[in-house]
């Protein structure tokens, strides 16, 4: 029986939270991410939840405890935004590669300067190649799925990595919409009972952490690491069908919307998909063979949902939503022209950058991105050409 | 998409046009609609200018930008009327809903409008009476309901009461519903 609510997308998160009622929660504030955790600071005041709630003086430390508590063999979530996560970089990192599986709400939002607290995707993009999978939502219901998926992806013994799910800030942090989430008993089933594979705390079995590792064995150790995020993927695929035997709802590595006869996509990830997907409705409407190609995973990289999903496109729109400072376009359009490297792949692929700091997409947007795809079609498009949307002159 | 109704709220910092929009939001879900409910973030501050927004349909709402030409406008301070783009954006059809003393014939002058619906209310001094402070939102979510019947009223009154349950003084949550009552009741077209 799911329960029907009324929730922004911090508080979609923090209901997630509640169900999860982690074993460590460690925090510090920063907007758009702190309604999140007020919410859960509730929780933890009304006694509905047992978690530890450590109120730390910085995001470096919020992220310094979850990875103690972690080490020591506790569940742990924290979250964070922007410049937040921006602070707690180095800490981030090292989670990763102690093989902790925190799992992070993180609220996108555009890093300073000038300063600005509204969406873009700088923050996590600019993380991405920190060891963490990441996982982005659409709308409040996919915050909250993703978040219950998150825990069970990161503890999974094959993976062992920590997961940031991420959402538009904002857009969806603040906006309240209508989602339907687990019953607890089913919540709690599904997430279950964690026992780390190593702890700090256990005296029986003593294991080393975060030792010095130098020209002997870091390079194995990272390529073990390499490994957990490869198997990543096939983890992320199974909880999410199996979360679809739960809910209703099943997840995969991207959602492929109406592409399999589509002559044109587009490529986007967060809150813009919803607004494509209307779009996407109304073209085929007048009979225009479009479709989106949702990126839910970002890392890992969906490489073989890509190769199927543009497989009949004839032009394809990759919308960044942060940028790649003097490289040939943004970090998602890069990582689109590797996934079709050597697949043969004669699609025309157009690289946009749009929303930073919150500026807005319409639907007359993408529908004018769709129309510029016709007009591409079949032509070769260097690399380093990007187009911007709702730009000033 | 066309039957979705689209609504923005232009107040100022204090006046509750953000607790409306959330509040609408949340009455409409408990009708079994599917919604939305946003502000516009910026500097908030105390007397600033600000907006909050709806989005009402009987199916699942995919969208996620920006809402450009509303339906319904509601207005909590008359003296935005000259400030802010009141009328941006609303359709032939559309309509406006002022909380002023005011007759609808006068707002309509000072926005120089042809066309659409025009409303007014004195939810000011509906809340001041029943409220005993100048918090025109609730007021005004029953005039809203009054003007378009989206919702019934009891539902408005409902999540009003959910929401003033904890931590307000019954005569808090009283003097909200009958203020709701009032609007809805006086609220006048031209």
Same mark, same amino acid.
């Given at each position: 029986?799911?329960?029907?609510?009324?929730?922004?997308?911090?508080?979609?998160?923090?209901?997630?939270?509640?169900?999860?009622?982690?074993?460590?929660?460690?925090?510090?504030?920063?907007?758009?991410?702190?309604?999140?955790?007020?919410?859960?600071?509730?929780?933890?005041?009304?006694?509905?939840?047992?978690?530890?709630?450590?109120?730390?003086?910085?995001?470096?430390?919020?992220?310094?405890?979850?990875?103690?508590?972690?080490?020591?063999?506790?569940?742990?979530?924290?979250?964070?935004?922007?410049?937040?996560?921006?602070?707690?970089?180095?800490?981030?990192?090292?989670? !990763?590669?102690?093989?902790?599986?925190?799992?992070?709400?993180?609220?996108?939002?555009?890093?300073?300067?000038?300063?600005?607290?509204?969406?873009?995707?700088?923050?996590?993009?600019?993380?991405?190649?920190?060891?963490?999978?990441?996982?982005?939502?659409?709308?409040?219901?996919?915050?909250?799925?993703?978040? +219950?998926?998150?825990?069970?992806?990161?503890?999974?013994?094959?993976?062992?990595?920590?997961?940031?799910?991420?959402?538009?800030?904002?857009?969806?942090?603040?906006?309240?919409?209508?989602? *339907?989430?687990?019953?607890?008993?089913?919540?709690?089933?599904?997430?279950?009972?964690?026992?780390?594979?190593?702890?700090?705390?256990?005296?029986?079995?003593?294991?080393?952490?975060?030792?010095?590792?130098?020209?002997?064995?870091?390079?194995?150790?990272?390529?073990?690491?390499?490994?957990?995020?490869?198997?990543?993927? !096939?983890?992320?695929?199974?909880?999410?069908?199996?979360?679809?035997?739960?809910?209703?709802?099943?997840?995969?590595?991207?959602?492929?919307?109406?592409?399999?006869?589509?002559?044109?996509?587009?490529?986007?990830?967060?809150?813009?998909?919803?607004?494509?997907?209307?779009?996407?409705?109304?073209?085929?409407?007048?009979?225009?063979?479009?479709?989106?190609?949702?990126?839910?995973?970002?890392?890992?990289?969906?490489?073989?949902?890509?190769?199927?999903?543009?497989?009949?496109?004839?032009?394809?729109?990759?919308?960044?939503?942060?940028?790649?400072?003097?490289?040939?376009?943004?970090?998602?359009?890069?990582?689109?022209?590797?996934?079709?490297?050597?697949?043969?792949?004669?699609?025309?692929?157009?690289?946009?950058?749009?929303?930073?700091?919150?500026?807005?997409?319409?639907?007359?947007?993408?529908?004018?991105?769709?129309?510029?795809?016709?007009?591409?079609?079949?032509?070769?498009?260097?690399? *380093?050409?990007?187009?911007?949307?709702? +730009?000033?002159? | 998409? !066309?039957?979705?109704?689209?609504?923005?709220?232009?107040?100022?910092?204090?006046?509750?046009?953000?607790?409306?929009?959330?509040?609408?939001?949340?009455?409409?879900?408990?009708?079994?609609?599917?919604?939305?409910?946003?502000?516009?973030?910026?500097?908030?501050?105390?007397?600033?200018?600000?907006?909050?927004?709806?989005?009402?349909?009987?199916?699942?709402?995919?969208?996620?930008?920006?809402?450009?030409?509303?339906?319904?406008?509601?207005?909590?301070?008359?003296?935005?009327?000259?400030?802010?783009?009141?009328?941006?954006?609303?359709?032939?059809?559309?309509?406006?809903?002022?909380?002023?003393?005011?007759?609808?014939?006068?707002?309509?002058?000072?926005?120089?409008?042809?066309?659409?619906?025009?409303?007014?209310?004195?939810?000011?001094?509906?809340?001041?009476?029943?409220?005993?402070?100048?918090?025109?939102?609730?007021?005004?979510?029953?005039? +809203?309901?009054?003007?378009?019947?989206?919702?019934?009223?009891?539902?408005?009154?409902?999540?009003?009461?959910?929401?003033?349950?904890?931590?307000?003084?019954?005569?808090? +949550?009283?003097?909200?519903?009958?203020?709701?009552?009032?609007?809805?009741?006086?609220?006048?077209?031209?």
């Amino acid at each position: 029986m799911a329960r029907r609510l009324t929730l922004s997308g911090n508080d979609a998160a923090a209901e997630a939270m509640r169900q999860i009622d982690p074993d460590v929660v460690t925090c510090f504030p920063i907007t758009p991410q702190t309604e999140l955790m007020h919410k859960f600071a509730e929780f933890v005041a009304d006694g509905e939840v047992k978690a530890e709630m450590v109120l730390v003086e910085s995001e470096h430390s919020a992220m310094s405890a979850a990875v103690g508590a972690a080490s020591a063999g506790a569940r742990v979530m924290t979250a964070t935004a922007a410049n937040g996560l921006a602070l707690m970089w180095e800490i981030v990192y090292i989670a !990763a590669s102690n093989r902790l599986p925190i799992v992070m709400p993180v609220v996108n939002r555009a890093l300073s300067g000038p300063i600005n607290i509204h969406c873009d995707h700088s923050d996590t993009m600019g993380c991405r190649d920190t060891g963490w999978i990441q996982l982005y939502s659409e709308n409040a219901q996919e915050v909250y799925d993703n978040v +219950l998926q998150a825990i069970r992806i990161a503890e999974n013994p094959d993976v062992l990595l920590p997961v940031m799910v991420t959402f538009d800030g904002f857009i969806i942090s603040h906006t309240v919409e209508v989602l *339907d989430a687990l019953e607890d008993k089913d919540a709690r089933g599904w997430i279950g009972d964690y026992k780390s594979t190593y702890s700090l705390l256990n005296t029986d079995e003593p294991a080393t952490f975060g030792p010095l590792d130098l020209q002997d064995y870091y390079f194995e150790h990272k390529r073990q690491q390499i490994e957990g995020m490869n198997n990543a993927t !096939a983890v992320i695929k199974s909880v999410g069908e199996a979360y679809g035997k739960l809910s209703g709802r099943a997840y995969g590595m991207t959602e492929n919307y109406k592409t399999d006869d589509a002559d044109y996509v587009v490529i986007a990830l967060g809150s813009t998909c919803g607004t494509a997907k209307v779009v996407v409705d109304e073209m085929r409407a007048e009979g225009k063979r479009v479709g989106l190609l949702k990126l839910r995973s970002f890392r890992p990289f969906p490489h073989a949902e890509i190769v199927a999903g543009l497989a009949s496109a004839k032009a394809v729109a990759v919308l960044d939503r942060s940028v790649s400072f003097g490289a040939p376009g943004g970090p998602v359009h890069k990582e689109i022209l590797a996934a079709l490297n050597g697949t043969g792949h004669t699609t025309s692929i157009v690289n946009y950058l749009y929303g930073l700091g919150g500026r807005d997409i319409s639907t007359t947007h993408i529908r004018t991105v769709f129309e510029e795809l016709e007009t591409v079609a079949g032509k070769s498009i260097p690399a *380093d050409e990007v187009r911007f949307i709702g +730009l000033r002159g | 998409m !066309a039957d979705m109704l689209e609504i923005r709220w232009h107040g100022r910092g204090g006046q509750g046009a953000k607790t409306a929009s959330l509040l609408l939001a949340e009455a409409a879900a408990m009708e079994g609609k599917y919604s939305q409910g946003f502000p516009d973030y910026g500097p908030e501050r105390m007397g600033a200018p600000m907006r909050g927004f709806n989005r009402i349909s009987e199916e699942p709402i995919r969208l996620h930008c920006a809402i450009y030409s509303p339906k319904i406008v509601v207005v909590l301070d008359d003296t935005l009327i000259s400030t802010a783009d009141i009328a941006s954006g609303l359709p032939d059809d559309g309509i406006i809903i002022v909380n002023t003393l005011k007759k609808p014939a006068e707002i309509r002058a000072e926005l120089g409008l042809e066309g659409r619906m025009i409303y007014t209310v004195n939810a000011t001094g509906i809340a001041i009476d029943e409220i005993g402070r100048p918090i025109p939102n609730s007021p005004m979510l029953g005039a +809203l309901v009054k003007v378009s019947p989206f919702l019934p009223l009891e539902s408005v009154i409902e999540q009003i009461k959910k929401k003033f349950s904890h931590g307000f003084r019954p005569e808090v +949550l009283e003097g909200n519903v009958r203020a709701i009552n009032r609007a809805y009741e006086e609220v006048t077209s031209e």
